[in-house]
């Protein structure tokens, strides 16, 4: 059943652009993944439940049943955790005792505390246990794991997967692929110049490397990417590159916390830099492994990689790549 169709919609404010060659649909289960800024994201989200008009375009809505939850959104501080959520559930008519609920969002150890005094890690579960109650069609949540922990990353997928075995639709938006790769099943960026298009994360057969592991050939003298930056080309030595990502066809070297594109496919970086110690985690992802510091499963078919000296860096590894990496790594 789609929920939501976005045709063509353009969004303009004091006659700027935020948003335009939105095309979407959304269905009832989906779990979708938009990267875009907080405005953008501020932006779609009053479009999608109605709070705005677009500036042209349609958007037709199947449902009315839809909650919001933006980063900014407040709490009653002075309230009990089940305080809290007994006010809502009045509201929402939930009829269920929400103790039943409470180890599902595993706020059970926090029940009687007050919201002030919990973790961010807790609100964010707090926050969509609350939502959980007005069992909605659809979720729009903005950047549910910034900043969060290892455990609260781990803990906020254990809820997600209730609400998705009651059919809820859950539309995301985050800043960080990363994020979106670990909560949604379709990953689509918004860029301004060309709109909303649809990226090319789901999982696949990666095409070897001419040289792999077992090939035995000895790593090149002197190899160095470039990245053409308007009327210059940047060179840059494989060890100074914490991963590459591809965007939508495009690869991006990622260093500290600087882009620069290049125009080597993926396939072809990973054959040039798989003797430099790099490794393809995904099929978007070449990581450098030097710069690996953590491995964190969140879920049974969930793997995530943190690099040394920048925590909020996950980049997903996929499952069927996680035995290679095993044999590379010795562990």
């Known amino acids: 059943m789609t929920l939501v169709?976005?045709?063509?919609?353009?969004?303009?404010?004091?006659?700027?652009?935020?948003?335009?060659?939105?095309?979407?649909?959304?269905?009832?289960?989906?779990?979708?993944?938009?990267?875009?800024?907080?405005?953008?994201?501020?932006?779609?989200?009053?479009?999608?439940?109605?709070?705005?008009?677009?500036?042209?375009?349609?958007?037709?809505?199947?449902?009315?049943?839809?909650?919001?939850?933006?980063?900014?959104?407040?709490?009653?501080?002075?309230?009990?955790?089940?305080?809290?959520?007994?006010?809502?559930?009045?509201?929402?008519?939930?009829?269920?005792?929400?103790?039943?609920?409470?180890?599902?969002?595993?706020?059970?150890?926090?029940?009687k505390a007050k919201l002030k005094k919990i973790t961010l890690d807790q609100r964010k579960r707090v926050n969509l246990f609350r939502m959980?109650?007005?069992?909605?069609?659809?979720?729009?949540?903005?950047?549910?794991?910034?900043?969060?922990?290892?455990?609260?990353?781990?803990?906020?997928?254990?809820?997600?997967?209730?609400?998705?075995?009651?059919?809820t639709a859950i539309l995301f938006t985050s800043h960080?692929?990363?994020?979106?790769?670990?909560?949604?099943?379709?990953?689509?960026?918004?860029?301004?110049?060309?709109?909303?298009?649809?990226?090319?994360?789901?999982?696949?057969?990666?095409?070897?490397p001419q040289d792999n592991i077992d090939s035995g050939l000895k790593p090149a003298n002197v190899y160095k990417v470039a990245s053409k930056m308007e009327d210059k080309t940047i060179f840059f030595s494989p060890d100074e590159i914490d991963f590459i990502e591809s965007i939508n066809s495009v690869s991006?070297?990622?260093?500290?916390?600087?882009?620069?594109?290049?125009?080597?496919?993926?396939n072809e970086l990973e054959e040039k830099l798989t003797n430099f110690g790099f490794f393809r985690c995904h099929r978007s992802y070449l990581v450098n492994l030097q710069r690996v510091s953590e491995l964190v499963s969140y879920s049974k078919n969930s793997f995530t990689l943190i690099l040394k000296g920048n925590a909020k860096v996950k980049l997903p590894l996929s499952r069927m790549r996680l035995d290679e990496m095993k044999k590379l790594m010795e562990f």
Request: glycine share 4%; hydrophobic share 40%.
């Open 176 to 208: 960080y692929l990363e994020e979106l790769l670990l909560l949604s099943n379709e990953v689509y960026s918004y860029n301004r110049y060309i709109g909303l298009e649809k990226s090319d994360f789901l999982e696949g057969p990666i095409a070897a």
């Open 132 to 167: 959980f109650l007005y069992s909605p069609k659809l979720m729009l949540i903005q950047s549910p794991l910034s900043n969060s922990t290892d455990e609260g990353i781990e803990l906020y997928i254990k809820a997600l997967e209730h609400l998705q075995s009651n059919n």
């Open 5 to 111: 169709t976005l045709e063509k919609v353009m969004k303009q404010e004091d006659n700027i652009t935020i948003l335009k060659d939105i095309n979407l649909t959304i269905k009832e289960k989906s779990q979708i993944g938009i990267k875009m800024t907080e405005k953008e994201s501020v932006v779609f989200f009053h479009l999608i439940t109605g709070a705005l008009t677009p500036s042209s375009g349609s958007i037709i809505n199947n449902t009315t049943d839809i909650l919001t939850e933006f980063t900014d959104d407040g709490f009653y501080e002075t309230l009990t955790v089940c305080d809290y959520l007994t006010f809502f559930k009045r509201i929402a008519d939930f009829k269920k005792p929400l103790e039943e609920f409470a180890g599902i969002f595993s706020l059970s150890d926090v029940w």
């Open 252 to 266: 991006n070297i990622r260093i500290g916390e600087e882009y620069f594109p290049t125009e080597l496919t993926m």
